[in-house]
């Protein structure tokens, strides 16, 4: 494990895992962990950016937790955690924001496109929301970073954050590059916004058959095919689009819809019941995980991960001029 290059990601805890979720993230962690040291963790921290009850995450940090482990994130591997377990996180973000100009966050896309979402709460946690994703990449000195696109403009952030620390103070973070997987934009049932669970357009993967049959038969179809028998239109229809994730002979189905020789709605109904098949083992085995074992995964994961980070903040205080800690 030592000659492995350490990588680092997080998810918030914002809803059910879904197909979303699966496809676009979680799908290439699981792959990664053949190859990478991996650090992966539920950002509680993140979540109360827009949520700030935390009573209201806790069930969903641990539905996250079963689903991540359901998919194959598998502990024995990776180091599975949660943030708000790590607290030398808070501390860490606090002291990079130290050498973050305001002029860098206040222009990140994420910060207005959320501000604009959610005007009566642009609290500052919004605003040094990627100097905490800063802190938790370097906390362990994770040099890789799995992310989709949307994230880059906080990598690039994170990457000047760290280049300035280390110019400050003394060289103690490795500069974080962004693993960019080409994570495919995974449009919801509505077919025109991304799959996210504010939106409400999701489909799920580890919920029951009959929740993921409910949903695909809602997904929106081909809008430029009014009749059964007029031909198709795959290229922009959401359902056709799914056919690529699900079946290796897509192209011929693609072609079926051309013809009109396959209907939406039937469509529908065999992605459906490809993606209960599919998913059945991911199922099957999140049933079969105790609520004490997924516990005791995310605790277990969250000590070891703080160790790391303990360890790095050592450091980090003696580099900026702090104390040791007191430890008694
Ligand atoms: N901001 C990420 C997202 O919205 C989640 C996240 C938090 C993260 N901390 C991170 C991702 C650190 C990578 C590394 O998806």
Request: charge should be neutral.
């Amino acid at each position: 494990m030592a000659d492995r290059v350490r990588i680092l990601s997080g998810i918030r805890p914002t809803g059910r895992f879904h197909l979303g979720n699966y496809l676009g993230a979680a799908k290439n962690w699981v792959e990664l962990q053949s190859q990478y040291e991996c650090y992966y963790f539920i950002a509680d921290y993140h979540a109360l950016t827009t949520e700030p009850d935390g009573h209201k995450i806790e069930d969903k940090v641990f539905d996250l937790t079963a689903d991540l482990l359901a998919v194959g994130i598998d502990p024995e591997r990776s180091v599975l955690y949660q943030q708000s377990k790590v607290p030398e996180v808070a501390e860490l973000t606090l002291l990079l924001s130290m050498v973050t100009p305001l002029s860098w966050v206040q222009r990140t896309p994420a910060f207005k496109e959320k501000a604009k979402i959610h005007p009566d709460n642009v609290n500052l946690g919004l605003l040094s929301y990627p100097v905490l994703q800063g802190a938790d990449i370097v906390i362990v000195k994770g040099a890789g970073v799995p992310v989709g696109k949307d994230q880059l403009a906080h990598l690039e952030l994170i990457r000047e954050v760290v280049r300035k620390f280390n110019r400050t103070y003394a060289p103690v973070f490795p500069e974080p590059r962004a693993l960019l997987t080409e994570t495919p934009l995974i449009n919801g049932t509505d077919g025109k916004q991304r799959m996210s669970k504010t939106v409400g357009n999701v489909v799920g993967v580890t919920d029951d058959s009959e929740v993921i049959r409910k949903q695909v038969l809602s997904m929106v179809t081909d809008i430029k095919r009014p009749r059964r028998t007029d031909p198709g239109h795959p290229r922009s229809c959401n359902v056709c689009a799914f056919y690529k994730f699900f079946f290796d002979d897509w192209e011929h189905y693609w072609d079926l819809c051309r013809r009109a020789q396959i209907g939406c709605f039937d469509k529908k109904k065999l992605l459906a019941e490809r993606m209960i098949e599919t998913f059945a083992p991911f199922r099957e085995r999140r049933a079969a995980l105790s609520p004490e074992q997924v516990t005791a995964i995310l605790d277990e994961g969250s000590v070891r991960a703080r160790e790391v980070a303990r360890h790095t903040m050592i450091e980090v205080r003696h580099a900026v001029g702090l104390p040791p800690y007191l430890d008694r």
